[in-house]
């Protein structure tokens, strides 16, 4: 994911807690989501990065060789 290696790919939960800091100060603000709303949002952006994360940590080479 050559696309993630930049700014994007660096600290993922810093994005995670930004995207929910972002979400409810706007909530706050008077963006009309329900509690639901608000919660599918997080969990997309939260399971997004941990795929991200995922692809970074796990080896793809086979080191048993």
Not at 5 to 24: E, M, S
Not at 54 to 59: A, I, N, R, T
């Amino acid at each position: 994911m050559k696309i993630f290696d930049g700014f994007f790919g660096r600290d993922p939960v810093l994005w995670a807690t930004a995207t929910r800091t972002i979400i409810l100060v706007a909530v706050a603000f008077g963006l009309k989501w329900t509690p639901e709303q608000i919660a599918a949002t997080m969990l997309a952006v939260e399971a997004i990065l941990a795929l991200l994360v995922h692809s970074k940590v796990v080896p793809t080479i086979d080191v048993k060789k």
